[in-house]
């Protein structure tokens, strides 16, 4: 079995195929190293308070399995249970996150409406004044979720799927996907030489389109930008994770004091790593008037990552309509938070050839039958 892709999903996936399953004759193959892709690159929020059902079940199934996952790996993911807080500013935002809240709260995930006093309570820094640019007239918060290392999930997944005998090849870049007669999938072609399979996981997120493509599989998915940037170090001053969906800017402090700032897509597709300047310079200026004791400090880098939306914004878990084939990719801007979750159910469809019931309604199937689940109606950016 070969699993395309060396981030968080394609490693999770190969330890839970050896843990769960019993099957070790895997091999991970990642063109560059390992988490140098999405899994490297992203702001490291977690959350689970997603509005419809199917995302609601994918997203606490990952949070259950975060709670426990440096003791399942033995290895510390630096798991920080910080709390995430969506900022409403309109009329619309709290119509919509109440609408969230008390769907999430017949399905047993904590989430709670705070007054804009409360909000100031929970994160000082935050500017609630009714002359603010961007007035703020109220809160959803999510205890529970808050950030972890994306480094470390990457390296406690290879090093624990290692020791069970997975094979995980580095520097090894896929070239062609070769079928037998019948159009079942037989091995992939690489950098480095041919691998035989009967089975073939893909799990590239903004780069799948390319290699489903060696397989004459179309994929409803668009490749964009999205940027994120670090600020100097500084005390720990920011207790929380805060974002806001209708200026398109969120913000934490990691571990070593630095501002974690993340931003919108770019509005072009493009498999650049980069991103317009436009975009950091919209989010910064939000950022600046949200919590403006942030205006005088510095920027120490930036960088971008390519997230794959689908259509409705929802994720593709699914078997292909080439035998032996399985693509796990259309996460978008929420793929660091679905790691663990994703991992294990796409370990189970693999397995099986069958789906899991958290993940039964992310076919490709879905956007031919129109039964889609519009998580882009659901927030105005997907993270």
Not at 29 to 57: D, P, V
Not at 98 to 113: Q, S
Not at 169 to 175: G, H, K, L, S
Not at 222 to 243: G, R, T
């Amino acid at each position: 079995m070969v699993i395309i892709g060396g981030g968080g999903h394609g490693l999770g996936a190969a330890y839970y195929l050896a843990k769960e399953h019993g099957i070790t004759n895997v091999a991970v193959i990642e063109k560059g190293w390992l988490g140098g892709g999405n899994t490297g690159r992203n702001t490291t929020i977690i959350r689970s308070n997603y509005l419809y059902e199917e995302s609601m079940h994918i997203y606490e199934h990952s949070m259950k399995l975060w709670e426990g996952l440096s003791q399942e790996l033995n290895y510390n993911v630096m798991y920080s249970p910080r709390g995430v807080m969506m900022l409403s500013h309109n009329i619309h935002d709290q119509q919509s996150f109440k609408r969230h809240i008390h769907a999430n709260r017949l399905y047993g995930i904590d989430n709670e409406w705070l007054t804009p006093e409360q909000a100031k309570a929970y994160c000082p820094p935050l500017d609630i004044s009714a002359s603010a640019r961007y007035p703020i007239n109220g809160a959803a918060l999510q205890r529970r979720g808050g950030t972890a290392r994306h480094d470390a999930v990457a390296w406690g997944y290879a090093r624990a799927a290692s020791d069970r005998g997975v094979h995980i090849i580095q520097n090894c870049e896929v070239t062609g996907i070769r079928r037998g007669p019948d159009g079942r999938v037989t091995g992939v072609e690489t950098s480095r030489g041919f691998i035989g399979a009967k089975k073939v996981a893909v799990s590239a997120a903004g780069h799948t389109t390319t290699i489903m493509k060696m397989a004459d599989v179309r994929v409803p998915l668009q490749s964009s930008p999205l940027q994120a940037l670090v600020s100097e170090p500084l005390k720990p001053i920011f207790p929380c994770v805060v974002m806001s969906n209708t200026v398109h800017a969120y913000i934490s402090q990691s571990d070593k004091g630095e501002l974690v700032i993340g931003a919108g897509t770019d509005q072009y597709n493009s498999y650049s790593q980069t991103g317009g300047l436009q975009i950091i310079t919209h989010t910064l200026d939000a950022i600046c008037e949200l919590f403006p004791m942030f205006r005088r400090v510095k920027m120490m880098r930036q960088w971008g990552g390519i997230v794959d939306n689908t259509p409705d914004r929802s994720a593709i878990q699914s078997k292909t309509p080439v035998p032996g084939l399985y693509v796990n990719c259309g996460w978008g801007t929420g793929g660091f938070k679905a790691t663990p979750g994703s991992a294990n159910l796409f370990a189970h469809l693999i397995a099986r050839d069958e789906p899991h019931k958290f993940n039964a309604g992310l076919t490709l199937e879905r956007f031919r039958s129109g039964r889609l689940i519009d998580e882009a109606a659901a927030a105005a950016v997907a993270h």
